[in-house]
């Protein structure tokens, strides 16, 4: 299903802000070699990602599910002086990509990337997030989300990539495991009471929550 007529996305893309030399080579790169290139943020979500961590000036990030890093890009931006983002992928050979790309920016001190299950990485990290971007498997959303928010700071904030998941999850019986997974987690976050909440309509879908 196409969300937004592509006259609408081409607008958005023309008059935001390009993304900068690094980020343009890894959007490129992903286009050209990866089987599922539609997985990459890009530049309008890339560029409202940049713009959330300006506003809040994270000292902490977590980003679970990295894939070539585009989104990590773009989420450490707005790092303050001493802070750091850690970001996590399941796939070594994805990791690997992305990890070539964080080492050609000015920022690849405050990147750690961690390779593995997030599920088992992240208890392991003892940090208190004030930002956190969840991208990775769609089935694992509300595992993830349980998992992270004891430790995301009050008023810090979690974000929620795909949760239309290509138009299918606003269907009342979707079809597919991720599909009916992205539901799932739309309706546990839709009836939770421990954040506020604000679902944004762009590219396919982002859920922004503020802790509580």
């Known amino acids: 299903m196409e969300l937004l007529p592509a006259g609408l996305e081409q607008f958005a893309v023309n008059f935001s802000t390009l993304p900068d030399p690094l980020r343009q080579e890894v959007d490129d790169y992903t286009q050209q070699n990866h089987a599922e290139p539609h997985m990459l943020?890009?530049?309008?979500?890339?560029?409202?990602?940049?713009?959330i961590s300006h506003m809040i000036r994270p000292r902490r990030i977590l980003e679970i599910g990295t894939f070539?890093?585009?989104?990590?890009?773009?989420?450490a931006e707005g790092l303050t002086n001493d802070g750091e983002l850690h970001t996590i992928e399941f796939r070594e050979e994805t990791a690997a990509i992305a990890h070539n790309f964080f080492r050609k920016s000015a920022l690849y001190p405050k990147i750690k990337l961690h390779v593995g299950n997030a599920l088992n990485i992240?208890?392991?990290?003892?940090?208190?997030?004030?930002?956190?971007?969840?991208?990775?498997?769609?089935?694992?959303?509300?595992?993830?989300?349980?998992?992270?928010?004891?430790?995301?700071r009050k008023n810090g904030f979690i974000l929620a990539d795909n949760i239309f998941f290509h138009g299918?999850?606003?269907?009342?019986?979707?079809?597919?495991?991720?599909?009916?997974?992205?539901?799932?987690?739309?309706?546990?976050?839709?009836?939770?009471?421990e954040i506020d909440k604000l679902v944004l309509t762009i590219r396919d879908g982002l859920y922004l929550l503020r802790k509580l």
């Open 68 to 75: 070539t890093g585009y989104s990590a890009l773009s989420l």
């Open 168 to 193: 299918q999850a606003l269907s009342d019986h979707p079809k597919g495991k991720s599909a009916k997974a992205i539901k799932a987690f739309n309706d546990f976050v839709h009836h939770s009471n």
């Open 41 to 51: 943020s890009g530049p309008v979500q890339g560029k409202l990602l940049e713009m």
């Open 122 to 152: 992240i208890p392991t990290l003892n940090e208190s997030w004030d930002l956190v971007f969840i991208d990775a498997d769609k089935p694992g959303y509300i595992d993830y989300f349980k998992l992270v928010l004891p430790a995301v």
